[in-house]
């Protein structure tokens, strides 16, 4: 992993878990999560782009659509997969 995508990776987790979703989790059980998210997240957004870019050809408007729904699909699992899962608080 490049070191600037790394400080980017950083930077979003603790600014997820700080200001986004106001977690105090502990960050030894949540990083891993966040990792495993942000994976997950990927491969998703990976397979929306292959099966939109088959579906829709190879037309360049038609390449920038597939990207755009596949980036609003990564927004949505991560942040989902963040918010029920990552930085979820303990239920008392």
């Known amino acids: 992993m490049p070191p600037v995508y790394a400080v980017g990776v950083l930077f979003s987790y603790f600014s997820s878990r700080y200001f986004i979703f106001r977690q105090t989790v502990s960050a030894r059980s949540s990083i891993p999560k966040y990792v495993l998210a942000l994976a997950v997240a990927f491969a998703v957004n990976q397979a929306v782009l292959l099966g939109m870019s088959k579906m829709l050809g190879p037309a360049p408007a038609m390449r920038f659509l597939a990207q755009v729904v596949a980036m609003g699909t990564y927004t949505v699992v991560n942040f989902t997969l ?4 990552v930085f979820r608080a303990a239920r008392p």
């Open 82 to 85: 963040c918010r029920v899962w």
